[in-house]
């Protein structure tokens, strides 16, 4: 698996506990190798009007093209819209890489 191969996917929920269960969820099935959730302030336009509220970010670290398969894992998970985005890495560090090949080959 070269290094094109992997990506980052960017995920947000309503709080740490959906964004861990998710988490442990790709873990569990080999989807993802790490994830990484944090806290964030969520400003967004909902009905001609800005809203503010909390939210958590989850960033998972996955084969490319796997985000149907993470939204199948979230839709487990939660019902209501949320961003699902997958994010190409230019390049990664050879020590990641390998690291990474190395658990998702594992599978």
Same mark, same amino acid.
């Given at each position: 698996? &070269?290094? +094109?191969? /992997?990506?980052?996917?960017?995920?947000?929920?309503? &709080?740490? =506990? =959906?964004?861990?269960?998710?988490?442990?969820?790709?873990? %569990?099935?080999?989807?993802?190798?790490?994830?990484?959730?944090?806290? /964030?302030?969520?400003?967004?336009?909902? #009905?001609?009007?800005?809203?503010? +509220?909390? =939210?958590?970010?989850? /960033?998972?670290?996955?084969?490319?093209?796997?985000?149907?398969?993470? +939204? #199948?894992?979230?839709?487990? %998970?939660?019902?209501?819209?949320?961003?699902?985005?997958?994010?190409?890495?230019? &390049?990664?560090? =050879?020590?990641?890489?390998?690291?990474?090949?190395?658990? /998702?080959?594992?599978?």
């Amino acid at each position: 698996m &070269s290094r +094109e191969a /992997i990506a980052l996917y960017y995920l947000t929920f309503s &709080s740490p =506990e =959906e964004a861990q269960a998710v988490a442990y969820d790709l873990l %569990h099935q080999k989807i993802a190798v790490c994830t990484n959730w944090f806290p /964030i302030t969520c400003a967004y336009l909902w #009905e001609g009007e800005i809203q503010q +509220e909390t =939210e958590t970010v989850l /960033i998972v670290k996955a084969r490319a093209g796997v985000r149907e398969t993470i +939204e #199948e894992v979230v839709r487990q %998970h939660i019902d209501y819209t949320q961003f699902i985005g997958e994010i190409p890495l230019v &390049s990664v560090n =050879e020590a990641f890489a390998g690291w990474f090949c190395n658990e /998702i080959l594992k599978g």
